[in-house]
């Protein structure tokens, strides 16, 4: 018995020992802004991104232009990147997490204020990016780049004279002929805030009454649902296992330019309204290369390279000075009537204590 | 082996039919991700003519080799190191009665009981408190990389050994062992030369699944990786937002490829070293064991 | 099963009678075995218990508005919330997913083994490895694989058809998700199966056949007793990780429904709300240490 009563007793005091050095070390690191002239360089970029979102050859002239080596690794969502990086000692230099998840780093102190003379170029930024509802006065972050969510549809199978409403896919009186063959993404608050925006709310309501309506039209949709999925929507659609899809810009229109005959597709935010997503660059608070860190936003800021991103990943970009350099098909699809109207267009806030309700709902909606 | 034992008839015909069909089942999905390898469209499950383009873009992607290496490496070091550990920890629990056992029986199945977020999860909060703790006692600057992986993947692949191992070991006759030690063997020469032979498809089994379930893993690795130390299914995991290409079957197949050649080597080896063995081992095992323990257990068997 | 459950304890408690020198032995062999499990032992508190020891922690604490966990004001709140009908629906739910998936694996995996046992050694191993080459393949395509199989243009889809059965897909039904269940843990089945089956000496299915046993007569009361490690083993080597998985329902089954793997993923990973997650795996995992100890105890027994 003794051995086994000290091993419990050793496990539970180092536990304490860790716990009491969790508590004791969040508030070293405080506001302080980096230190960096324009394009310095203090060692070795470790990027943490979204996968398939910047070209590893254009990484490869960064390393080259400013004799640093740089190491990319990939996560798939801003909730498994934000643990990573707010435990502390994570190695990266640069994290691009999306709007909400700005304002949830910053609340955290998971991230440092910028240096913005370090980065000139930031005045590149177009306009519709400043004065963001996440990070007002842009000190944590710099837009990278940017979309809609909304519907994708066959026309194939829903003809081309479809009307532009959610009602595509809540309203069973046009729905219900593509029963089946309808995909929703498997996100709670675009899914939630896509019903919410139907039934004429805002995406970011806290209205508990106004929550319910919407989670019982998602779940009343349920039968008419070939899938919830995030990942291939895009695919789905293009592989014929759906016909109306909810998904993103970006996603539909890479995969439509797959296809044999991309006009075949239509992609659009309903007239209801839809989601603006913007992915934006931040530098962690415990960041080893801050300054390389700022001198890779400041060169990424620039009209060539902030073109060559977009030209490579498909994405609306942010950055004014990049609008000319863009590929035709690029140029094409972005001032399609319907792809980005800014006027109706909406960004997911992150709600608090609500985020809660918003996910136990769709699971509710889900069954 | 004795031709009796073999399953006759209808039985036997039913049985190697059956195999054929679970051989059919397992490699189905394989077969589709070979043929989807060669095809000339981003996505896969739409056929768009055959092409080498994906092996080629294989040879050049950097990033994704760097992910199979390390994930190759983690592999082998937490099976190794975990068969060792877990077959230790099986023996202790299957062959003698000591003071902890309880606990270490009941901690030896949490790893297998957890679920993955929790662990993932779990690591994260512990190696970011862990590397703090040595940075600031002993002044050492460990970042999280593949060693903070492969401690993890030990960490849930002691268990799997071990009951593996265990299901081997349960109701194993001892009298061999005891007979060895009788005879003056000494305790290691016993393990060596009785014990281990015998528990060997154990063993074994323990490793292809450990193998198996680290070449696998994705939430944990994600959570105890740092920068550069991607293993292949977190980078793969990664992928899915804008969809997984057939590069990744490609590189599938590869590794595939890789391991049947690995494997026929090896059984080729076997072969050719095993003619030399102790055939005698087998047939010494059956002699003894047989009368002692298993008539027994037949008599319970049948009156049941 | 009553004949056993009144069997005396038998030879461990025979051994409480013995003379002085037998005792030391015992102690000797005590201490033998607690060294052999030490190296396991130690690492496991070290790297597994005092982790784990640091998210129980968690489950008592409480989110804040940023989706934070503020180490303080602990409270059962998060266990509190486990006792919600959405929660129950969901055990249910899965648990009759897992039950099924651990026995169409026994079902199928059973033979298998017997039929790799029984072979010459060299074939033997052949067989084995080519169970698990298929799993030495990324996770992801696999069940990317699966998906084209099920899809609308699929195999499956093809053979239902030609049947005359119409065009039935499986894609995102629950059908579907037992399939990739079971096509994932298979192989957990498989393997301790395998190792017990080897085992037996198998000369004793031929007396039992010799003494006019039927053939499902020496399956019942010879093979399947003397297996009882490997089945009980294997049952919870697919039961447990079906409980957990979310990647394969949400790929084959689109999703619809949500499994309890799924709903701990959420809790850490969409609601950022570790004290739920973290206190329905505790309750998760309390429960089904007791099942496994016990399930373990009572297998134990029929040996």
Redesign the interface.
Known sequence: MKQKRLFWLLAVLLAFALVAAACGNDDDDGGAIADCEVNETDGNLNIFNWAEYIDEEQLASFSEQFDVSVTMDVYDSNEAMQPIVAAGNSGYDLIVPSDYMVAILIAGGTVQPLNKAAIPNIANISSDFRNLIYDPAGDYSVPYQWGTTGIAVDTAAVGTDFPRTWGLIFDPAIADEYSGSISLLNDPRETIGAALKYLGYSLNSTDEDELEEATDLVASTRGRLAAFNTDSADEFLTTGETVIAHGYSGDMFTQFLETDDPSRYVYFVPDEGGTRWIDNMAIPFDAGSPCTAHTFINWLLTAEQGAALSNWNYYSTPNAAAFGGLDEDLQDFLSTPGVAPVEILEEIQDTGDFEVKFSDAFIEAKG | ??S????RGT?KI???A??WL??L??????F??IV?SFSD??????WGGFTLEWYQDFVE???LQNAVWVSIRVALLSTVISV???T??A???E???????K????????????????MA?????????????LD?VFGWDV???LGSIT??H??FN?S?V???????L???SEVLEEAALDLYAT?WKTFRYVTFP?IV??V???A??A??LS??D??IT??A??????T?????????????TPL??A???L??AA??IL?ALS?AF??FSGRGGRPSLRAAR?AV??PST?NT??K????? | MTMVADRPEGLEEAAVATPEFEKAAERAASRRGFLLSLPAYAYLVLFFAVPLVIVMIYSFATRNRFGGTDLSGWNLDAYRKLGEPIVRDILFRSLWLAILTTLICLVVAYPFAYFIATRTPLVRNLMLVFVMIPFWTNFLVRNYAWRVLLGNDGLFTNISEALGLGERELLFTTSAVVIGLVYGFLPFMVLPLYASIERIDLSLVEASRDLYASGFQTFRRVLLPLSMPGVIAGSILVFVPSLGAYVTPEILGGAKTTLLGSYIVTQFLTARNWPVGASLSFVLMAVMLVATLVYFRTGGRNL
């Open positions: 082996m004795s009796t034992v073999q399953p039985t039913a049985l190697t059956h195999s679970v051989y089942f397992f490699f189905a999905p394989i589709v991700l989807f469209d981003r996505n896969v499950g739409r992607h950097s990033q060792v550990l877990g230790l920890g023996l202790a629990l062959r003698f009665k000591f003071k902890g056992r606990v270490f029986d009941a901690l030896l199945y949490l790893p297998i009981i957890i679920p993955d977020v929790t999860v779990m690591m994260l909060l512990f190696f970011a408190e862990f590397f703090e703790i600031s970042q999280k990389g401690i993890s030990i960490a002691i799997f071990s009951v593996v191992v265990r299901a081997r349960a109701g194993m305790r015998q498809p154990g074994a089994g323990g292809l699944l193998l198996t070449l696998d994705v939430v994600q959570f990786a740092g920068p550069g130390a991607t292949l299914p977190v980078f793969v995991f990664g992928l899915i937002r804008r969809g997984v990744i079957n590189t599938s197949v590794m595939l391991s049947v494997v059984l076997q072969q059956e064991s047989a298993t257990q037949i319970e068997g049948i009156t049941q």
